[in-house]
């Protein structure tokens, strides 16, 4: 029998024939899997696969510097110039480009060597932070300045997320995605716990510049873990050539009805229910009497983080083999009515547990909806459709946190909050059945037929 190889592509079956030469990874494998059989689509199955390890460690610290970057950059605004609508426009900066970039960064990775992408990003990434470290060193920075070198770090994430999001599900095998994608939430949430209590901690004592230095430094994580991963090719891209490519997306989505559903339900669910998120600074001073460059503020925020890991996490365990479509709707019943309870409180002690509440709902449902959005693409058009989901997700909540920062100040804080709660209610009564199965299986141009291969027409109906 022939010698199998030593590096396996995502998705083989970890069992191997007795001839099988083993090499260090495969020790690894086996150190994490011991004898036990592990129940496909869990967390832990997902982590029995050693890329999807490596890459998940690596983006986990990262993203606790990107934390501490986000938490404290709103609260730093907010303190500069005491006005949400500065805020709005800072926060804007920072992730408004998801709303374009991510279209680049959902071509790009559909065609062009991922490894390399990423690692340029990151760079970029990591060098503009610096930049950023330098300017808010002083003690009355340039507006405009704080202003484009946050856009330029947002340009860099914007094209970094839908490379990063259309590589996780080749790093597992199919059974295994909604494990994967749930750890994905959980490690993301996770980084909003750890992130802002550190990064308030070293704002309050030594200072906002040393949070975007550090942050500056984590980079080198998700470098190395992409240096070091092997990674699977790209899959000869289907659909349209050229800068039609770029928009391609749209098209695929106009087809196929799941991913149409779940894009316009975290289209309206980020717009118009998550502009507290960017208003948190405004919430705590106003609502709840707490300072935004206090070790408070990063413990209220680091409560929504926890509580948006529970929610992840219970996707890819108690809740891995339960309808992605059932949790969607009661998940925003669930977020509307732990909004409206945080939006009315005027207590610090009542608002932490609140805010877990709110976390938990808030992402129980998102990690559901990515779930069911991810389950069956096809890998060449994957790039394109999670650049999609990253502009609904990432990219309208700070057109909502813009476009209500003057609102808020109109009004208040909690009248935002309690309109976001009510459209919440709408979609999960009557919004989550657009992410329901179709009873039509032709109803998915982009989606895989059961067994091995792509079906013969998948290129023509992707066009």
């Known amino acids: 029998m022939a010698t199998t190889e030593s590096h396996r592509t995502a998705g083989e079956d970890d069992r191997l024939p007795p001839s099988h030469e083993l090499t260090a990874e495969d020790a690894e494998d086996a150190f994490v899997d011991g004898d036990r059989q592990l129940a496909p689509g869990t967390a832990r199955s997902a982590l029995s696969h050693r890329s999807f390890r490596i890459i998940f460690f690596g983006a986990f610290a990262s993203n606790i510097g990107t934390w501490m970057q986000n938490a ?12 949400p609508s500065f805020v709005g426009l800072l926060v804007f900066a920072q992730l408004g480009p998801l709303l374009i970039f991510s279209t680049v960064g959902g ?3 559909d065609v062009v ?3 390399k992408l990423l690692i340029v990003v990151a760079v970029e990434q990591l060098l503009f932070s610096v930049v950023l470290a330098l300017t808010t060193g002083g003690d009355d920075p340039n507006k405009a300045l704080l202003v484009g070198i946050v856009l330029c770090i947002g340009i860099g994430q914007a094209i970094h997320a839908p490379a990063y999001a259309s590589l996780l599900p080749q790093l597992v095998p199919k059974d295994d995605l909604t494990g994967a994608v749930a750890l994905n939430s959980t490690q993301m949430n996770a980084s909003r716990i750890v992130g802002p209590a550190i990064g308030s901690a070293i704002y309050a004592t030594v200072g906002v510049a040393w949070v975007f230095a550090i942050n500056a430094v984590t980079f080198l994580a998700v470098i190395g873990a992409v240096m070091i991963t092997v990674m699977p090719p790209v899959v000869a891209a289907v659909g349209p050539r050229g800068w039609r490519r770029l928009v391609s997306g749209f098209g695929i989505a106009r087809r196929d009805r799941i991913v149409r559903g779940c894009l316009i339900t975290m289209t309206v669910f980020s717009f118009f229910c998550l502009p507290f998120v960017t208003q948190m600074p405004v919430l705590a001073h106003d609502n709840l009497g707490i300072d935004p460059d206090s070790v408070a503020y990063g413990a209220l925020y680091a409560c929504l983080g926890f509580g948006a890991v529970l929610g992840s996490l ?7 083999s ?22 009315l409180l005027r207590s610090p002690g009542l608002a932490y547990p609140a805010t877990v509440a709110v ?18 693409l096809d890998a060449g058009v994957r790039g394109r459709v999670m650049a999609l989901w990253i502009m609904s997700f990432g990219g309208t909540v700070p057109i909502g946190g813009l476009v209500f920062g003057p609102v808020v100040e109109a009004t208040s804080i909690t009248a935002v909050m309690l309109a976001g709660a009510a459209v919440a209610l709408l979609l999960g009564v009557v919004g989550a059945s657009l992410t329901a199965p179709s009873p039509d299986p032709s109803d998915g141009p982009v989606r895989r037929t059961p067994g091995p291969g792509r079906p013969e027409d998948l290129t023509k109906r992707s066009r």
Request: avoid cysteine; proline fraction near 0%.
């Open 113 to 115: 060597d991922r490894k």
């Open 359 to 376: 976390g938990f709902a808030y992402f129980a449902t998102v990690t559901s909806l990515a779930t069911v959005l991810q389950e069956d």
């Open 314 to 320: 219970s996707i890819g365990t108690v809740f891995s």
């Open 322 to 343: 339960a309808s992605k479509a059932t949790i969607v709707r009661w998940g925003l019943i669930a977020f509307a009515a732990t909004v409206a309870v945080l939006a």
């Open 72 to 83: 404290v950059l709103a609260a730093y605004a907010y303190d500069v110039t005491g006005s």
């Open 107 to 109: 071509m790009l990775a």
